[in-house]
């Protein structure tokens, strides 16, 4: 059964402060995704990790993929209020193409 | 980037009815994909939508609870049948090509 893990759940950090969510999926994609949702939104586009040691980079975020470990990271760096939401991240589930399997989602928020 | 629209993007239904949910793609796209979003969840797939065949549901959603129709390679309809409050949640479009990109989603509430 296909499985993505992300870790951790919920986040509440201090603004300029950093930290990393993990996460870890089960099937053999090559292709990881992350994705932000607003309350009440629906899901923006973040980052698409198409290879291993793939890193990509968008202000305060980065994100980087290792399909060996069949692991990805998100890296915060100097949190900031604008930043809180919840991250997804998301595989296919059959290939390049196919429909994504999503991981449980990380709520953060951050605080002055 | 494809532009996805939904329609409606929110109603109320009282259980025992049906609605139907309205997705178009400002481009032509080979799959698209119906996903529900239960109130402090993640995405769940319902189902992929290919144009010209049956639509491909997932393990708990059956044809009869949530028709689909994927007349042309920019629309798609999905069918919420029967409905009770546990079909209460948000339900997302979405088209894959290259990457994959979300409608603003139908926020349904079943009374």
């Given at each position: 059964e296909l499985k993505v893990e992300q870790n951790p759940l919920f986040l509440s950090m201090q603004e300029g402060k950093n930290y990393t969510i993990y996460c870890n999926y089960?099937?053999?994609?090559?292709r990881l995704y992350w994705y932000r949702q607003d309350p009440g939104k629906s899901l923006e586009s973040l980052f698409v990790l198409l290879s291993n040691g793939a890193v990509k980079q968008e202000g305060r975020l980065m994100a980087s993929l290792d399909t060996k470990a069949r692991l990805s990271t998100l890296h915060i760096t100097a949190?900031?209020?604008?930043?809180s939401a919840t991250y997804f991240c998301a595989v296919d589930t059959h290939g390049a193409g196919t429909a994504l399997i999503f991981g449980k989602g990380t709520t953060l928020s951050v605080s002055s | 980037s494809a532009v996805i629209s939904q329609k409606p993007s929110r109603d109320i239904c009282q259980r025992g009815t049906s609605l139907t949910i309205q997705c178009q793609v400002d481009s032509q796209v080979t799959m698209m994909f119906w996903y529900r979003q239960q109130p402090g969840q993640s995405l769940t797939l319902i189902a992929t939508a290919n144009q010209g065949s049956e639509a491909t549901y997932e393990s708990g959603f059956v044809i009869d609870k949530f028709p689909i129709s994927?007349?042309?390679?920019t629309f798609s309809t999905l069918t919420v049948s029967?409905?009770?409050?546990?079909?209460?949640s948000i339900y997302l479009c979405s088209s894959q090509e290259g990457e994959q990109f979300f409608g603003p989603g139908t926020r349904l509430t079943v009374l």
């Open positions: 089960s099937t053999t994609s090559d949190a900031v209020h604008d930043l | 994927r007349p042309n390679l029967n409905m009770s409050p546990e079909d209460s």
